[in-house]
């Protein structure tokens, strides 16, 4: 990893990710989306069948499929799975917001109300490994929002199965509803309905460049949490931080993707040169070194600051998904943090808990969508309609207000059903 001193004008370019470019395979994408719309199931195993290299029968796992995916397993991962499905439960329990109502003015009452989406689909990846965890983060907190339908889809194996691991933690999560289907055509289908897959009100869940280019063309027909890229992670450490645990969570995040971000900002020269040499010797072991390597290569930095203030800067301005803060103060340094989809404080916080056991969500915004999204909650599941209720006294002060502004932007009607409703 290359080390940098810090540029306050070039902020941005100092601290680099990988901007995938959906735009070459939308026109791809559209085409599939079409097909489905209009052909349903048939096209859905037709494009499981180009893309998968898999000719299946029925789509739907069934209840024996579920059932032998236990016998299959680890039962360490099971234990650990139902381990993090109970945190994950609790932690998103919390984020159920209340219920409320006010007095306006005397007569008028308003308040906001909570309901569910009725129905959402999460996508869980399968290509360069299987991801249990993230049907845990997309499931439950689902479940905990009060969602009727939750209809999850995944790719199928060569052998037309869906991985056993994502099976059993589908079951754990609850879920009601698993398709073997994965890709554009799955987003395809929960978006439109096909005669097997029912449609959706919401689809989340990350994905290759195809599902996030699919899910980016059916925000409309469904909503979706927000556009998810490659992982990032920025560490703002100082002097206390310990050099080897920054270079295991870097290599941690690096491990993800050849695109990955990976950066470290610190105000300390001596932690930046052994941070970097706990880098370079740990690479050369590591089991996904090609990966790591590419990723640190392309998109790995130390950039080296004056100040933890100046760490900030740089941190605010990037919007990291993870942002890992190991300093002598890190409440103080939080306190200044309005840029993160997911924050680690100390030195035994890695992001490793965040992604499977601490109960917080990584399902999280990336490309600098934290400086306007949070990631996948309770309330990523949940709609607020507003409720008012206003008496005729209270009407008679709202008119005051109402016949004004309703002439002068010519809506006439308006300041009638007022009027309309006070005559003597």
């Keep these: 990893m290359e080390i940098l001193n810090y540029d306050e004008k070039n902020l941005l370019k100092l601290v680099k990710r990988s901007k995938e470019d959906i735009s070459n395979v939308l026109d791809t994408v559209s085409d599939i989306l079409k097909d489905i719309e209009e052909n349903g199931d048939e096209s859905v195993l037709k494009y499981t069948e180009k893309f998968d290299n898999v000719k299946i029968n029925s789509q739907k796992v069934s209840y024996e499929e579920i059932k032998n995916s236990y016998s299959n397993l680890d039962k360490r991962l099971i234990t650990a799975l139902k381990k993090a499905g109970k945190n994950i439960e609790k ?52 479940k905990i929002a009060g969602v009727k339908r939750i209809v999850c889809c995944s790719p199928p194996q060569k052998d037309g199965k869906i991985m056993d691991a994502i099976l059993v933690a589908a ?21 439109y309905g096909t005669k097997t ?117 740089v941190t605010n301005a990037y919007a990291p998904e993870h942002l890992i803060i190991s300093t002598n103060n890190d409440e103080k340094v939080l306190k200044a943090i309005t840029n993160a989809g997911s924050i680690f404080l100390g030195k035994y916080s890695p992001v490793a808990a965040g992604d499977y056991g601490s109960g917080t969500n990584h399902v999280l915004p990336t490309a600098g969508g934290a400086k306007m999204y949070s990631g996948l909650s309770t309330e990523s599941f949940i709609k607020k309609p507003t409720v008012q209720t206003i008496t005729k006294e209270g009407l008679k002060y709202l008119q005051e207000i109402i016949l004004p502004i309703a002439e002068y932007e010519g809506f006439y009607a308006h300041g009638d059903s007022v009027k309309v409703r006070l005559k003597k």
């Design 91 to 142: 932690f998103h329990k919390n984020q159920i917001p209340k219920e409320w109502t006010i007095n306006i003015e005397k007569g008028i009452e308003a308040g906001q109300i909570i309901r569910p989406i009725n129905s959402v689909g999460c996508y869980i990846p399968g290509g360069r490994a299987a991801y249990p965890s993230t049907i845990l983060m997309t499931v439950i907190p689902a």
């Design 171 to 191: 079951d754990i999560a609850g879920a009601g509803e698993i398709y073997k289907v994965g890709g554009a055509q799955a987003i395809g289908a929960m978006a």
């Design 197 to 313: 897959i029912p449609k959706v009100d919401k689809i989340v869940g990350p994905g290759n460049i195809f599902v996030t280019g699919a899910k980016k063309l059916v925000f409309g027909e469904v909503d979706i949490e927000f556009e998810a890229g490659p992982s990032e992670v920025l560490i703002i450490a100082d002097k206390t931080a310990n050099a080897e645990y920054i270079a295991y969570d870097i290599l941690s995040q690096a491990e993800h993707d050849p695109n990955s971000s990976c950066y470290l900002v610190t105000d300390d020269n001596s932690l930046a040169t052994k941070t970097k040499e706990e880098i370079e010797k740990k690479t050369k072991n590591a089991k996904r070194k090609e990966i790591i390597g590419e990723s640190l290569n392309k998109y790995g930095k130390i950039i080296l600051t004056h100040t933890i203030e100046e760490a900030i800067e």
